[in-house]
T-cell receptor, first 114, second 113 residues
């Protein structure tokens, strides 16, 4: 399976600290995406990094991708209480039949303590 | 843009009853996805449509599950008969296609007792 696996499963930090979450996957991908899910809500797309990119920034988010190690990391700098949520990585790839699919990991639960 | 709209937000039903979940995708999005989320299995893709046509339903767990998309602005996921193990949060998502991100609805929390 190409399902991404996030690490750690849960992370608790103080407000203002940086939070780093990792994602590993097993097969070749076209891109990797990160999503956030607040409690009781749907997933929200944060950032997409293509397989030929190594790093991408969006505001306080920094994503890296290492295709040789089949891993990605999401860094949230200067965390805020509002960043408390579950974060999911999703790997996008084309199947043998040519259809594109996005497969999600089980997420990292981030708690930012005020 | 109101985003992806799902209804109902919560559904409690008795085992054996028929359940219908509804989804309105974002206008102009050609792809629609149905996912199921549980603590044990995480987020699982059930089925997806492209231009109203089902493309891959290999994730549909059993024949008790069926999905339709009669037009570009509406899709349903039906479970008949429902069982307690179907209890989960069901999400609908849409995408304009290609490798862009998905937009998710707020989900339907289904409880089968």
């Amino acid at each position: 399976s190409q399902q991404g696996e996030e690490d750690p499963q849960a992370l608790s930090i103080q407000e203002g600290e940086n939070a780093t979450m990792n994602c590993s996957y097993k097969t070749s991908i076209n891109n990797l995406q990160w999503y956030r899910q607040n409690s009781g809500r749907g997933l929200v797309h944060l950032i997409l990094i293509r397989s030929n990119e190594r790093e991408k920034h969006s505001g306080r988010l920094r994503v890296t991708l290492d295709t040789s190690k089949k891993s990605s990391s999401l860094l949230i700098t200067a965390s805020r209480a509002a960043d408390t949520a579950s974060y999911f990585c999703a790997t996008g790839a084309y199947s043998g039949a040519g259809s594109y699919q996005l497969t999600f990991g089980k997420g990292t639960k981030l708690s930012v303590i005020p | 843009d109101a985003g992806v709209i799902q209804s109902p937000r919560h559904e409690v039903t008795e085992m054996g009853q028929e359940v219908t979940l509804r989804c309105k995708p974002i206008s102009g999005h050609d792809y629609l996805f149905w996912y199921r989320q549980t603590m044990m299995r995480g987020l699982e893709l059930l089925i997806y449509f492209n231009n109203n046509v089902p493309i891959d339903d290999s994730g549909m767990p059993e024949d008790r599950f069926s999905a339709k998309m009669p037009n570009a602005s509406f899709s349903t996921l039906k479970i008949q008969p429902s069982e307690p193990r179907d209890s989960a949060v069901y999400f609908c998502a849409s995408s304009p296609g290609g490798v862009q991100g998905y937009t998710f609805g707020s989900g339907t929390r289904l409880t089968v007792v």
